[in-house]
């Protein structure tokens, strides 16, 4: 080094080293400063990866990154780590390193001692410090792969989670933990029963119930946890019995992901209406979906059902607003259909068995459609017939996905009627919105026409309800 200060940065990072070493990043640090007051040097920065191997090839590393530019720039004399396999497990990364060292004058010190980047021997020494610790790196990762193979045979998985282990189950993913599957249990019957997603998890949020990363509960986050086949005692993929018990049986399961996924496929049914047809009903000229809101402004010009000021259902599509209908009046006679189909003795008809699998088949067709959509976009240099039959593979995954869906619709929508057999309009009343919601959408489809004459007023021809049938 030079008469000139020594201007160091410290590199820290947290991942499985050699000799199992995960010494946390602050204290890495604490080691690092020490070094640098020992030897006289200024701290001029610290860079940081958290939970960044340095051993994945396409792992980004945005402090590895930023310490790269700053040497570049001119900016440090000297980069200090805990540990050499810290900044380096792969020889790409080394090579980089030793290229700007050629340009800039730059010292690299451990706690374990100081390379000589002049000294063709200590180059040497950590091309093969580097090589082997890739070499380590591989091996540990083929014995985790032939691990989890075993596992799998054995009808076992990790237990994942944010916080090391799955919702409803203990660290070592088969154990129950009876609080939070009471939980699932409680939230997939919630489900099954029409309450929206968004009414469950503000239930579970008002219970003080987190996440397994000791966070409050969210949509999808619940919507994750339902759908797992983990839930269900299947391995990844639906298909195969795991070695634990289910926390929800089969049949209720595949009913919770039916209802999900439809529910998710047709998201603007259940935007946090606080009416019963806001996002339901449709507009009868242009089809966009009608929401609540009041009467007399210019956007519902052209239809005139209440005095200035009452609430309506109107269409918000820029270039329509040409339906509007009282909202009182409009759920009131939705509630008698609604009601009175549930109370008929033809309701509902036969149950469908969701045990085909619709849903595992549903998510596998989903996959498969995605890997051959990111493979057609790989295809750059390809020749435009080849495209042109996956673009045609494409098509097909999509037309069986909308069966599926619609398959399922049904199915749903058949199963909430039983539920609610027999029903009459005071008990329907008495159920949360987000319940009557789900039920007119498992009844009817609600089409509100334009009106035909101005003026106060409602007119039942106004509105067509289709019946929604199971297949």
């Not at 009452?310 to 009182?328: E, I, N």
């Amino acid at each position: 080094m030079t008469g000139q200060p020594v201007r160091a940065a410290i590199y820290t990072r947290i991942s499985l080293a050699v000799l199992n070493d995960t010494t946390k990043t602050d204290e890495q640090e604490r080691l690092c400063r020490e070094l640098c007051e020992r030897r006289g040097w200024e701290v001029a920065a610290v860079f940081t990866d958290l939970s960044k191997s340095a051993w994945k090839r396409d792992r980004k590393r945005p402090g590895w990154k930023a310490l790269l530019t700053a040497v570049a720039a001119g900016e440090l004399s000297a980069i200090v780590t805990y540990w050499g396999d810290r900044i380096v497990r792969q020889p790409r990364d080394l090579e980089d390193l030793l290229d700007l060292r050629d340009t800039r004058q730059i010292t690299l010190a451990s706690i374990a001692g100081q390379y000589d980047f002049d000294n063709k021997d200590h180059r040497m020494m950590m091309r093969w410090e580097v090589a082997r610790a890739c070499n380590e790196s591989d091996t540990i990762s083929q014995r985790k792969i032939a691990q989890y193979e075993r596992m799998r045979r054995a009808g076992l998985v990790r237990s994942g989670g944010r916080g090391g282990r799955a919702f409803g189950f203990k660290s070592d993913g088969v154990t129950h933990v009876p609080e939070e599957a009471a939980v699932v249990r409680s939230a997939a019957d919630a489900i099954i029963r029409g309450h929206s997603a968004g009414a469950v998890v503000a239930g579970l949020r008002a219970q003080g119930v987190l996440s397994t990363a000791g966070k409050p509960m969210s949509q999808n986050t619940l919507r994750r946890l339902l759908m797992s086949p983990r839930v269900a005692g299947l391995m990844p993929g639906g298909e195969r019995e795991a070695a634990w018990e289910p926390v929800l049986d089969r049949d209720t399961w595949e009913m919770v992901c039916g209802v999900l996924t439809v529910n998710q496929a047709n998201p603007r049914a259940g935007q946090g209406a606080l009416r019963l047809l806001s996002g339901i009903a449709t507009c009868g000229e242009c089809g966009h979906v009608l929401y609540a809101g009041l009467s007399g402004s210019k956007k519902a010009r052209g239809a005139r059902p209440a005095q200035p000021g009452s609430l309506v259902y109107r269409c918000p599509r820029p270039g329509c607003h040409k339906v509007a209908r009282s909202a009182v009046l409009l759920d009131a006679y939705v509630t008698g259909r609604t009601a009175g189909r549930l109370s008929r003795p033809d309701n509902p008809a036969a149950e469908v068995d969701l045990r085909d699998g619709a849903a595992a088949e549903l998510a596998s067709l989903t996959a498969r459609r995605a890997e051959t959509e990111a493979f057609i976009a790989g295809l750059a240099d390809a020749p435009a017939r080849r495209i042109e039959v996956l673009n045609r593979a494409l098509d097909s995954f999509d037309a069986k996905i909308a069966q599926i869906r619609e398959r399922m619709t049904g199915d749903s929508a058949g199963r909430l009627r039983a539920r609610y057999a027999g029903i009459t309009r005071e008990e329907f009343e008495g159920l949360p919105l987000d319940v009557r919601r789900a039920l007119v959408r498992g009844c009817y489809r609600v089409v509100v026409l334009r009106s035909s004459r101005r003026g106060p007023g409602f007119r039942a021809e106004d509105v067509i309800m289709s019946p929604v049938s199971s297949h």
